[in-house]
């Protein structure tokens, strides 16, 4: 049996997550001997993983990496913590709009002399999570892979020292065709390496899930009702859904509640938002949930708001469970839904995304061919792990 590194940051409530999920649910545990290293074993879907995988133990300087700096410096953790400041400081000195992505290569690059190396060479190494120096630079193994879940054109990185990282891998693995041309535009040498493997969905699993309860609440709501599933993040695009509950709401309808499923650092912004338009009773946040599914089935749209993503992992499972989807014209969208068909997708601005809104819900018909054809499509594509395996 050929050996397996997985290595990934922790299982908290995200779309990465849930994909890692999928994807070790599915593994071939007959054939291949999987160890799973989670730098930090925290996070609610850390119940959700199967028996599969060998856990390795939790490594306290690895799980660092998402601790504030004056808890890594309480823990006497110096030489970590000063590279944590160093990074920050490096990177805000470059305006961007975002300089979370470059922070996080120098963390990582800075702290490399402090890391330790695992001692066990494996025969296939995989790292699910970008920055992947660890599996890089810490891990001894035939054949390395790394994966690619973001729309690379989006965001603001060091090329020279992000080339650098992916030359130490064999394969690059994207989540979607238009996610492998976005990354392409910024590493175009990298074009032998890169090939898709979508991330594993299971049917019936999303389907027996959906079935379970919500609160009262909710389920009273009469309201025609429209949903998000994301982290409160830049990149997820609540705060365009804010505006445009707002646009529908001074063209009349006042019939329409958006309920969010999902957490993360703009949550106050988006809440300061919601308070300054005066939807507070119609636009709701329900905070994390492990279980989503059920809050989509009993939604009337599914709705992704999103600014950038490689491919969301939510949409597929609203267009499991049988809803009409409107997601936002992000640039690897078209990979994910074919406008009309099993989906619609809209211009990426508050007016655009209430346009879109408003077409369908006064479109009953359209919502309906939507639901059928969503409901006649095979979403089941278990078939990707087969990619893998070719190239182990």
């Not at 979370?100 to 060479?121: D, H, I, S, T, V």
């Not at 990354?183 to 019936?204: G, R």
């Not at 969010?260 to 338009?277: F, S």
Request: aromatic content about 10%; some cysteine.
């Amino acid at each position: 049996m050929k050996n397996i590194l997985i290595a990934s940051f922790d299982m908290e409530v995200g779309g990465v997550e849930r994909s890692l999920v999928s994807m070790l649910n599915n593994f071939d545990y007959k054939n291949y001997k999987v160890d799973l290293m989670l730098y930090s074993h925290t996070g609610d879907f850390m119940e959700l993983l199967p028996a599969g995988p060998t856990l390795l133990p939790e490594n306290n300087i690895y799980k660092t990496f998402r601790m504030p700096v004056s808890a890594v410096l309480k823990k006497g953790n110096w030489a970590i913590g000063v590279t944590r400041m160093l990074a920050r400081y490096k990177a805000n000195l470059q305006k961007n709009a975002e300089t979370g992505y470059k922070q996080m290569q120098y963390m990582w690059k800075y702290a490399l002399p402090f890391l330790p190396k695992m001692e066990k060479e494996y025969d296939i190494a995989i790292s699910y999570l970008w920055p992947h120096f660890f599996v890089a630079e810490k891990v001894k193994a035939k054949t390395k892979i790394a994966w690619i879940h973001t729309d690379y054109s989006t965001v603001e990185i060091d090329v020279k020292l992000d080339l650098e990282l992916w030359s130490e891998f064999d394969y690059i693995v994207a989540v979607s065709e238009e996610c492998k041309r976005a990354f392409l535009l910024t590493h175009p040498s990298l074009h032998k390496k890169v090939l898709v493997i979508e991330n594993i969905t299971s049917p019936e699993f999303v389907r027996d899930l959906s079935n379970e309860l919500v609160e009262d609440f909710i389920t009273q709501d009469r309201r025609f009702k429209l949903l998000s599933v994301g982290r409160l993040s830049y990149a997820k695009g609540i705060d365009i859904a804010v505006k445009a509950l707002e646009i529908l709401k001074n063209k009349g309808y006042n019939n329409i509640s958006w309920y969010v499923v999902g957490y993360g650092g703009e949550e106050n912004n988006i809440r300061e938002l919601i308070r300054e338009n005066k939807l507070e009773d119609s636009f709701i946040l329900l905070g994390k949930k492990i279980n989503p599914y059920p809050y989509m089935k009993i939604a009337d749209i599914y709705v992704q708001p999103s600014r950038y993503e490689g491919k969301a992992v939510t949409v597929s499972e609203a267009q499991i469970i049988g809803k009409p989807v409107l997601i936002t014209n992000y640039m690897t969208a078209n990979s994910q839904v074919h406008n009309g068909v099993d989906g619609s997708i809209c211009d990426l601005t508050p007016e655009g995304l209430a346009d879109g809104i408003e077409k369908l819900y006064k479109n009953k018909e359209e919502r309906s061919k939507l639901e059928r054809n969503c409901s006649n499509t095979i979403f089941d594509n278990r078939l990707e792990l087969e990619k893998l395996y070719k190239i182990i």
